[in-house]
Nanobody, 123 residues
Framework: RVQLMESGGGSVQAGGSLRLSCIVS????????MAWFRQLPAKEREGVAA????????LYADSVKGRFSISQDTANNIVYLQMTSLDPEDTAMYYC????????????????WGQGTQVTVSS
């Protein structure tokens, strides 16, 4: 059974950085897609970044381009989200997700989710 576990969230001041990690167990992701989403209470889950293992390509939401970077450590089955120049609007619960096909930044395409890690950015 595939399981995802996020870590690395926390509180940071505006302009700061955080690196989130998503450890994958039960499957070796060398194909398909791993993605990061974020969600505020009572809001829809928003796609942030995705890594396509098949194409070796990345996908980013416009709101994070140039500030966030997704990468992977295949040997250890970890996907990272490096976040820089953080803004209070980046405050959310961050989730990683997986699917066995191409990448999309829409939550409805994903069925495998982690429990989330909270990121809080103060001004």
């Amino acid at each position: 059974r595939v399981q995802l576990m996020e870590s690395g969230g926390g509180s940071v001041q505006a302009g700061g950085s955080l690196r989130l990690s998503c450890i994958v167990s039960g499957y070796t992701y060398n194909s398909g897609c791993m993605a990061w989403f974020r969600q505020l209470p009572a809001k829809e889950r928003e796609g942030v970044a995705a890594f396509d293992f098949g194409a070796g390509s990345t996908l980013y939401a416009d709101s994070v381009k140039g500030r966030f970077s997704i990468s992977q450590d295949t040997a250890n089955n970890i996907v990272y989200l490096q976040m820089t120049s953080l803004d209070p609007e980046d405050t959310a619960m961050y989730y990683c997700a997986a699917r066995s096909d191409s990448c999309y930044l829409a939550a409805s395409w994903y069925v495998i989710w982690g429990q989330g890690t909270q990121v809080t950015v103060s001004s």
